[in-house]
């Protein structure tokens, strides 16, 4: 049975890998802020928690947003219409237009009811200018996220990797500078850190249009997409497709907002620990959720072209691959959880918080794999509004309400809230799994 997958192993491999490095890649933005930022003062690690847990809400919006692209060009491209694959392109970008200025809006005002939320006034007073960096730095980030969709749609991994990584360079040189004042400049510490992600952000979509521009293949559709009109009905499908995605993005990582939220009542400690132990599970399974792309479009594609038995092996195929890997990257939370924290800060209380933590992130890396990919499965088949009620229902329902249980009326703390994650990602990877199941039966016998 493994041997008649190999073919899709590698197939899933060779497109994921630059996804899988893309995702690592923007996520190593924030793991280095951190390990830098915790090094300078716990109290800067708290507050980077305070406004990331916050600002990710609305990026992760907007990002789900534009997911919507990535399936609908891979149908065109499967039918091989090259044409609606153009229209939809520049349907896309008259969205982009739209929706990322009012994202940015939306972001600033919540500054207003930062320091209603229950943090301590230090928390706050630094959280606030450095959440102002990053609301900035997400107008180019949303752009870089609409290029990235369209890119992998017409089946090109490769340049946003390249983009992302060559960006993560300049991150980490500015954040030298700026954080601890070298090379003449300021010591501006968490601020530094913020101007650091505005400017190295806004290197992202331009390096990635220019690498586009070299691609004969993409720059094809791109110069085609000058020459139509955009669709009102094509922006419906992608707003019909992504605003679902973007909905079941915001619930699971609000149940997360949530819980870094209830974990800044109880101090400093706790909430930096949360931000190092939540920092390396988010970086694992940005992998996993790499994959979970590849097999969005590699299910699309084969949708499209009505190969359906190969839709059924890419989709099994993809499951295998990410439930190895998080396997193992549970494995390595427990037995490394004392060393990992120490990247991040040299507090010894932090470091044994967060290394409680980690031990609990063992328990669920599975299950955040299994979420993922199936949630990626079901993108390809362009299903997503039943997945959103399956993500408000597990993350919202079950895990935020078991999280707070534990922490305060049961007593367990900071790991209380952690248990709730727990509950949340099972409950949602075994709904998912059910959906995959009926929607490859539907799909073969309609056949």
Same mark, same amino acid.
Request: charged content about 5%.
């Given at each position: 049975m493994i041997r008649s997958h190999l073919p899709y192993y590698r197939g899933l491999l060779k497109l994921g890998v630059p996804l899988v490095l893309t995702q690592a890649g923007q996520m190593s933005v924030q793991l280095i802020d951190n390990a830098m930022i915790g090094h300078y003062g716990t109290a800067e690690l708290a507050a980077a928690s305070f406004a990331n847990n916050i600002y990710i809400v609305v990026m992760l919006l907007g990002m789900g947003m534009f997911m919507g692209i990535t399936p609908l060009i891979g149908h065109a491209r499967g039918a091989k219409d090259d044409r609606l694959a153009a229209v939809i392109l520049k349907s896309g970008w008259v969205l982009s237009a739209f929706l990322i200025p009012l994202l940015a809006l939306v972001s600033w005002s919540v500054v207003w009811i930062m320091p209603a939320m229950g943090q301590t006034g230090e928390v706050v007073r630094l959280a606030v200018p450095y959440y102002k960096t990053l609301v900035v730095a997400l107008i180019p980030l949303l752009l870089f996220s609409f290029l990235k969709q369209a890119g992998e749609g017409l089946g090109n991994t490769f340049a946003a990797m390249a983009a992302t990584l060559a960006s993560n360079l300049i991150n980490v040189f500015l954040n030298y500078t700026l954080i601890f004042g070298k090379f003449g400049f300021p010591e501006l510490g968490l601020l530094g850190a913020g101007? $650091?992600? =505005?400017? /190295?952000?806004t290197a992202m979509p331009l390096m990635l249009y220019a690498v586009f521009m070299t691609l004969k293949p993409i720059r094809y559709y791109f110069s085609l997409m000058r020459t139509v009109p955009p669709a009102l009905h094509e922006i419906a499908r992608i707003a019909g497709i992504g605003l679902p995605i973007a909905v079941q993005l915001v619930l699971e990582v609000s149940a997360f907002a949530a819980s870094a939220v209830m974990m800044g009542w109880m101090g400093h400690a706790p909430l930096a620990a949360h931000e190092v132990a939540i920092g390396l599970a988010s970086f694992t399974f940005m992998a996993a959720n790499g994959v979970a792309m590849a097999t969005t479009i590699r299910v699309s594609f084969q949708l499209g072209t009505r190969d359906f038995q190969s839709m059924r092996r890419v989709s099994y195929s993809a499951l295998h691959l990410v439930l190895f890997y998080m396997g193992l990257c549970g494995l390595c939370f427990f037995l490394f959880r004392d060393r990992l924290p120490r990247i991040f800060t040299g507090d010894p209380g932090v470091i044994a918080q967060a290394? /409680? @933590?980690? $031990? &609990? $992130?063992?328990?669920?890396? @599975?299950?955040? *794999?299994?979420? &993922? &990919?199936?949630?990626g499965i079901l993108r390809g088949f362009a299903d997503v509004k039943i997945p959103m009620f399956i993500a408000g229902f597990s993350y #919202? #329902? &079950? *895990?935020?309400?078991? /999280?707070? =249980?534990?922490?305060?009326?049961?007593? @367990?703390?900071?790991?209380? #809230?952690w248990v709730g994650f727990v509950f949340g990602l099972l409950t949602a990877g075994s709904l998912l799994s059910l959906r995959i199941g009926n929607r490859i039966r539907q799909t073969e016998a309609r056949s």
């Open positions: 101007y $650091a992600t =505005i400017l /190295s952000r290394a /409680s @933590l980690l $031990a &609990v $992130a063992a328990l669920f890396q @599975l299950f955040d *794999g299994l979420q &993922v &990919v199936c949630l #919202i #329902i &079950v *895990g935020l309400p078991v /999280s707070y =249980i534990c922490a305060f009326p049961l007593g @367990l703390g900071p790991e209380g #809230i």
